[in-house]
């Protein structure tokens, strides 16, 4: 992706639908009898490969636009292979639809990735106080049930996808579950919200005790998933970065929640009206600490952006990361455009500099790449932001939403 920075973003872009809560959403319509409309939902490679997860599975899955058709009535096959688990972890959803659905699932163990080590335990313990059983062979992950029985689960710490996991082995089980300290993420609203109108009996999601009371069966339906609330903060910060002012039609800032108040904090004024959200910056640029938690915390997917734009704020911030633990990997790349950052432990200390300037940098993974692109639309000259093909999976049309806002910026031949 190259691009031209120094120019202030301006404009109304749309925000497409979740990719977070489109992936769990599209494995959890194979818990139904039938066929599932899912609407809303974006355009990303990372909802192709879990259309091809699910057909793997024997069920039909086909997007056209923004709406995607998941039919699973075919699901017959209980095995996700290491080729399409390695590219993409969130396939390790399917185990709990399958283990409800079949009774049993094979799954490739994910492994590690850029951001860090990502184990999966507190799935497989939650997938076992439901009574499955697991073994581990050959790098798979093999669970058995002959029938899942509702539990009481306590998890270690928030996970969002092992409570999503757990949440849709349970809506099938036989009788009542409780998932104590669960994430609370939109995400999970969202898939609690899709699950009841599957038919299943979900409340509390959003809350630290989320309480399923399990059914015999569950029908398709119709569902809508949430805006992008990563995208949505992520374009907010290119406005800020930018010194711009954008409207996000379908922004929602009580998505937002944390981010939009650090924003405001930042110097960004947001005000929601019924189209979305509008955001103008300021003359005030503060410098804003922030460390990443599990919802209502600041998500860790807007760490590497909002480091882009504390690199051009005047003072010192903080920005820790407790999430994953090798989430710093922008970094380098950001100091190479000129920024001023010490790593202590799991904490960035950035030093505002006046100025970045354009460089050839490297993505590392999703959201290092939308930093590495903020922090070049903000950059004096060109930026060529390398292995771009990390933004694809999460972010749909980036290039155009910006471009639609007045960025120069535009995709390369490689
Ligand atoms: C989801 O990943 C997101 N992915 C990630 O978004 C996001 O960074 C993460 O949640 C945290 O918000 C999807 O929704 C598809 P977790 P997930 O289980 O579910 C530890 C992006 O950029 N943990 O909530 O894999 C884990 O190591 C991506 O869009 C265990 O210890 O994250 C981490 O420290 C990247 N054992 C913490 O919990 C487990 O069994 C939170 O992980 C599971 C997790």
């Known amino acids: 992706m190259v691009v031209e920075g120094g120019r202030r973003l301006k404009g109304e872009v749309e925000i497409g639908g979740s990719k977070n809560a489109t992936l769990p959403v ?16 974006p355009r990303l490679k990372d909802v192709d490969t879990m ?26 096959k209980h095995e996700a292979p290491y080729d399409l688990v390695r590219t993409m972890r969130a396939s390790i959803y399917v185990m709990g639809p399958l283990l409800a659905r079949l009774g049993r699932a094979r799954v490739s163990l994910p492994g ?65 579950t409780s998932l104590h300290n669960p994430a609370q993420e939109p995400e999970i609203v969202d898939l609690a919200g899709f699950l009841k109108r599957l038919g299943a009996r979900v409340s509390g999601e959003g809350t630290d005790c989320i309480e ?26 290119a406005a800020a970065i930018t010194g711009g002012s954008v409207s996000l039609r379908h922004g929602r800032l009580g998505d937002l929640g944390i981010v939009a108040e650090k924003l405001r904090e930042h110097g960004l004024e947001l005000v929601e009206n019924g189209r979305g959200v509008r955001a103008s910056m300021g003359r005030r640029k ?32 903080v920005v820790t990361e407790t999430i994953w633990e090798n989430r710093f990997m922008h970094v380098s790349e950001l100091e190479r455009m000129g920024a001023a950052v010490r790593i202590q432990g799991n904490s960035a200390v950035v030093t505002g500099v006046g100025r970045l300037s354009g460089a050839p940098v490297m993505a590392s993974d999703l959201r290092a790449s939308a930093a590495l692109v903020l922090a070049g639309l903000a950059a004096k000259g060109t930026t060529e932001v390398h292995r771009i093909y990390h933004l694809d999976r999460g972010y749909e049309r980036l290039e155009d939403k910006l471009t639609a806002l007045g960025a120069r910026i535009r995709r390369a031949q490689e």
């Open 112 to 176: 590690g990735c850029a951001i860090g080590q990502r184990p999966i335990d507190l799935h497989l313990k939650g997938f076992e106080a439901l009574g499955a059983r697991i073994e581990l062979k050959h790098g798979y992950i093999e669970a058995t049930a002959k029938a899942l029985k509702g539990a009481r689960i306590i998890f270690d710490k928030p996970s969002v996808g092992a409570t999503a996991n757990v949440m849709m082995a349970a809506v099938l089980a036989k009788g009542r």
């Open 51 to 76: 259309a091809r997860v699910l057909e793997t599975l024997g069920a039909q899955a086909g997007q056209e636009g923004s709406e995607l058709h998941v039919d699973p009535r075919g699901l017959s």
């Open 212 to 237: 399923i009371e399990g059914v015999a069966s569950l029908s398709g339906c119709d569902y809508e998933v949430i805006p992008d609330r990563i995208a949505a903060g992520t374009l907010l910060a």
């Open 26 to 41: 599209m494995v959890a319509a194979l818990l139904a009898k039938g066929p599932s409309r899912i609407r809303g939902v």
């Open 286 to 317: 503060a410098p804003v600490h922030v460390t990443t938690m599990p919802h209502p915390g600041f998500p860790t997917d807007m760490q590497a952006q909002w480091m882009a734009l504390m690199a051009l704020t005047p003072g010192t911030s």
